[in-house]
């Protein structure tokens, strides 16, 4: 793992604990720590986090700071997270999974950062309140920089104000989904140094509009059009996707700082069944062609939904966070912190799978204290 300055553990401290000092049995460091310990570990409610700790003995609870020896139950963990500052927390993660990537830079390549929505659907069917997410999550390193709270799919937009400003934009490259592609989003990226890849959709019909208009009469513009293609097989399927961009549009302030737009068609044919799906999407970026070919594009579009298959899909099926029926207070937004948290650490340490990771790591629990910061002997 990079060295990072600082540790989780060192950063945990930080953050007030507001509890009634005479009743306060166990630091919220030492509670914090062990959570994303377990995590790491595969542990995945706080019930089995409480378990965890009770698995490896004295030693182990001294070195995470339980100083009587001892680990939280389980309603202590369920106490501390209902009443945690979950905003806190979250700029305390964000802190270090920023500071992580900006000591592992791509000097080749313009940072890509993925901004998408999840809901957590046990916690919602047992009726808890603001239990869909916005996130921000690396391209490349397949980690979560922040996130935040919304009350519901809708109040992504109005929430995506509040994520861009937690996240350095300068020299990064911000994806979406067509819902979050907004004329201030794009102002606010432009104005903070970044830039953006987005799609259109119905929702700006205006601007779908002129994309339509200027691909289709493409040919008959002054400046050349981009082609690329790409035909990928597996998963019981062949998969091809063609993509055709031009800066016929740059000229015309149609959208903050558009350098291109771009048409992708994505042709999919079932093996086995033979049966053949078809879809359009179009798009802007801020791109120039200088800076991003066709060929750029088409990889950029395709990264985004690396949010989907290294974290939602993760969070879901590894961790069961879809099951999780946790709905009192910021207690699922906290879990689903921490969840983030232990993604990328193991991504950090440097393993493809997390799910192997994680029994890796099951089977060496002093691997996953250092990787918090904490260090104990054989």
């Known amino acids: 793992m990079p060295d990072l300055h600082f540790t989780l553990v060192q950063l945990f401290a930080q953050i007030p604990d507001h509890r009634n000092p005479s009743g306060r049995r166990y630091s919220l460091a030492s509670v914090l720590s062990l959570a994303v310990a377990a995590m790491i570990c595969g542990y995945k409610s706080y019930s089995a986090i409480a378990e965890w700790g009770r698995n490896y003995g004295e030693r182990f609870a001294l070195a995470l700071g339980f100083k009587a020896g001892k680990t939280p139950c389980a309603a202590t963990f369920f106490n501390i997270f209902s009443k945690l500052d979950l905003n806190l927390l979250e700029q305390i993660l964000s802190r270090w999974a920023q500071h992580l ?35 921000a999550f690396s391209h490349r390193l397949g980690i979560t920089l922040f996130q ?23 020299d990064r490259l911000i994806t979406t989904d067509s819902m979050l592609t907004q004329r201030k989003v794009c102002e606010k990226i432009i104005k903070e140094g970044g830039d953006y890849c987005l799609p259109v959709k119905a929702n700006q019909p205006t601007l779908l509009a002129q994309i ?7 040919e008959f513009h002054s400046q050349p059009p981009l082609r690329a293609q790409t035909i990928d097989s597996g998963h019981g399927r062949i ?91 910021s207690v699922p937004q906290v879990m689903a912190a921490l969840r983030n948290t232990a993604i990328g650490l193991i991504r950090a340490a440097g393993e493809s799978g997390i799910a192997s990771g994680g029994r890796r790591f099951a089977a060496q629990p002093a691997a996953a204290l250092a990787l918090i910061g904490i260090y104990i002997t054989p």
Not at 112 to 121: F, H, V
Not at 148 to 170: F, M, S
Not at 212 to 218: G, P, R
Request: aromatic share 4%.
């Open 239 to 329: 998969e091809e996707r063609k993509i055709i961009s031009t800066p016929a549009m740059r000229d015309h302030d149609a959208w903050p700082g558009l350098e291109q737009v771009f048409k992708i068609e994505r042709r999919v044919v079932e093996r086995r069944s033979g049966k053949e799906s078809y879809e359009e999407v179009y798009g802007i970026t801020s791109l120039s062609q200088g800076r991003a070919d066709a060929d750029v594009i088409l990889s950029i579009v395709r990264g985004h939904w690396g949010i989907e298959n290294k974290s939602h899909w993760v969070r879901d099926v590894i961790y069961e966070e879809d099951r999780s029926q946790v709905r009192v207070g």
């Open 212 to 218: 339509e208009a200027t691909i289709d009469a493409v």
């Open 148 to 170: 935040v709270a919304v009350p519901d799919k809708t109040n992504e937009i109005g929430a995506i104000k509040e994520l861009l400003d937690q996240v350095v934009l300068t």
């Open 101 to 135: 990537l900006a000591s592992n830079p791509d000097d080749d390549n313009c940072e890509t950062l993925a901004i998408d929505g999840k809901s957590l659907r046990g916690s919602i069917n047992q009726g808890a309140q603001a239990a869909h997410i916005l996130s």
